[in-house]
């Protein structure tokens, strides 16, 4: 029991709190970005038992599915070394979602594309890679090469899957799931900006959401991020995620490189935004849509468009 | 890669990731969960103008590890009305004396005799322990124990399954036993002696209480056909040894082969074999389409009473989106009598094992039903079962259909 109330104590202090106008809120680190949980009550029980809730729901799927870790299924997956291994019901249902997401992007969202890491590096360098190291990276590439027969996945030797794709909106929405069943207040999930709100607050507003705006290149590459948020918008009900980051790129010969790969075929996805901020029903169908809007790289906008979503693109 | 005309994935999305999101309750994520999935249920079953029965289901589910499990469940039964007691309709009024030999019941003329005197409540308890005891292998150990005012049941059950071929192949293997007894109002009638028609003679007993053992053994293959189908066969074999007899049914005696006209001992109590050896195949494939599944079973049953008996179960599982489905339900079974039953015994000739009870009789039963459910959030759900049955007499003896309605609420929670 000793033992137990250190780690509470411990756990605690990691959970920060404020409160703001007529609303509070929990911050925390979790999946290598800040959290933070905002709710439409200034009950700081309520908020203090709900934002336990979150940080234990985030820190759970980023032990259960991070790749950085050697203790979880994803590392167990991933260094079977050809052989089969079973999973639990809901990496399964990761499983078969990534599965639907490879079918319906035709190739393009590919869960075993983590590989071409090894290869790209986006430091702002001028750093590209050899085309034959690529390829070699590319062969290692292909969600069909995987057996996948449910609850069981076995790689062939070399491949690798990475779920950090759909992981940060997943706990958006799974912790969006666990804490409806503890309150029926209004409330903002930001696992590093991606979000969720399960219903406008008592005011009948929603909550203001920022959407960052371009950065100013210079020729060096240096990124000046506009500090201003430049466009905000209310957001009532919904899930918003982001997919692209402005910081990461490399340039050669006056060629910007994007970090957005393509899995087909080893490089990056030409003249792709900077970013693609999209809002869909949950957070993880946002990101999904984000993360494919990028992939069709120059037909981004077009690609969103047919979606009738709404969303914000900077280029 | 440049579309020119970017398809529409938004739907199919959003429906992937509403399963994604559904797939897995809170209740089934890590086992530090403390949660209790619970469903809940209440059955009401009704026979036109016999017996009724309403019960009560709960059922409790906790992790207690990684995939291990505890699940308790606890049934209330309580059944009221009448019950066919064996003996044949006549042209004249028939007096019966009630089990306890206290009183008399007397069915009109050209009326299938019931016995009124049905009222019962059982209480059902059993707990499983659900645990992997390696890699590729789980165990299943439950025990049971159920009671009523003049029935006892206790038993264990263990099942080991083990995964083969990248756990597309289950193989389960299962031994269950259970000790049952069973008191009956007024003692255990001596087999195939009169029941007496005035509560001044006392039936002829053969002590208060007697007992049956019941033992199963379950060899089963769960295979994995392709990504949406899944197959399952079992193989049981069962054997009862003990007190089997209904003591409450009788039988008619008539003074001929072709007569209706009643013996001078008219009624005798039935009389069963002490022993029975059942055997049970049974074939089961479930076949998912985009979203419906569909799932259909066949159960082919031998014992050596001389019952056979097949069994074709049929279930569609209709999803109309927004976490609403229809599931319409198709049963048919047929049964072929067992060797020992007659409608009605002939005085002088009187077999050492005969029963009446119509239901080891030739008959078939159809039932239909359709279950509508709505799942209210990530881990509650709610369903209605409504079901028509009948069941038929297949013979040369017929006995008045039997018809039933089904009706059963379910309310599963997590908390």
Partial sequence: MAGFSAIQSAMSHDLQFKSGPGFRSAHFQAMASPCELLLDSDDPALVEQLARTAQDEALRIERKFSRYRDDNIIHRINHARGQPVSVDPETAALLEYADHCYRISDGLFDITSGVLRRVWHFDGSDRVPDAEVVETARQAIGWPRVDWHPPAIRLPEGMEIDLGGIGKEYAVDRTAQLLAQQTGASFLINYGGDLYVNRPRQNGHGWIIGVEQPGQHTDSGDINLASAAGESFELQQGGVATSGDARRFLLKDGVRYSHILNPLTGWPVWDAPHSITVLAGTCTDAGILATLAMLQGAGAEAFLDAQQVKYWALR | ?415
């Fill in chain 2, 1 to 415: 890669m440049q579309l020119t005309n970017p398809p529409q994935v938004r739907r199919k999305l959003a429906l992937a990731t509403a399963s994604l999101l559904g797939a897995v309750g809170p209740a089934a994520q890590a086992a530090t969960a403390d949660d209790w999935a619970i469903d809940t249920s209440v059955l009401y079953y009704s026979e036109d103008s016999r017996v009724t029965a309403i019960e009560p289901v709960v059922r409790a589910r906790k992790a207690i590890g990684d995939d291990e499990y505890m699940t308790y469940r606890l049934v209330v039964d309580s059944l009221t009305g009448s019950s066919a007691n064996g003996a044949i309709a006549t042209s004249s009024p028939q007096t019966f004396t009630s089990p306890s030999g206290n009183a008399t019941y007397t069915t009109p003329a050209n009326t299938t005799p019931l016995d009124p005197t049905f009222l019962d409540t059982r209480v059902a308890l059993n707990a499983e322990w659900e645990k992997p005891l390696s890699r590729y292998l789980k165990g299943f150990f439950a025990i049971n124990a159920s009671s009523e005012y003049d029935y006892t049941s206790l038993g264990v059950s263990a099942t080991l399954a083990r995964d083969f071929n990248n756990r597309n192949t289950t193989v389960s293997a299962g031994l269950s036993y259970n000790l049952d007894t069973i008191e009956p109002v007024g003692g255990i009638p001596d087999g195939l002696t009169a029941m007496p028609t005035t509560t001044s003679v006392q039936k002829s007993t053969l002590g208060s209480s007697d007992d049956k053992t019941v033992a199963d053994l379950l060899l089963g293959v769960t295979q994995v056909i392709d990504r949406k189908t899944l197959m399952q066969f079992n193989y049981t074999y069962g054997m009862d040894d003990g007190y089997l007899t209904d003591p409450y049914k009788i039988l008619s005696v008539v003074t001929g082969p072709s007569s209706e006209t009643l013996a001078a001992m008219p009624y005798l109590y039935e009389n069963r074999p002490d022993s029975r050896a059942r055997n049970a195949l049974y074939w089961k494939t479930v076949h998912q389409f985009n979203e419906d599944v569909i799932n259909f079973s066949y159960r082919y049953y031998w014992d050596d009473w001389g019952i056979t008996s097949h069994t074709l179960d049929a279930r569609y599982r209709y999803e109309m989106g927004g976490g609403h489905y229809l599931m319409p339900h198709a049963r048919y079974y047929l049964q072929d009598k067992a060797d020992f039953y007659n409608y009605k015994l002939v005085d002088g000739n009187i077999p050492q094992y005969a029963s009446a009870d119509y239901r080891l009789a030739d008959l078939s039963t159809t039932t239909l039903g359709l279950k509508y459910g709505i799942q209210l959030s990530n881990d509650s759900e709610f369903s209605v079962r409504a079901e028509m049955m009948t069941q038929q007499s297949e013979g040369d003896a017929p006995f008045p259909d039997v018809d039933a309605t089904i009706l059963q609420l379910n309310y599963s929670f997590v908390f």
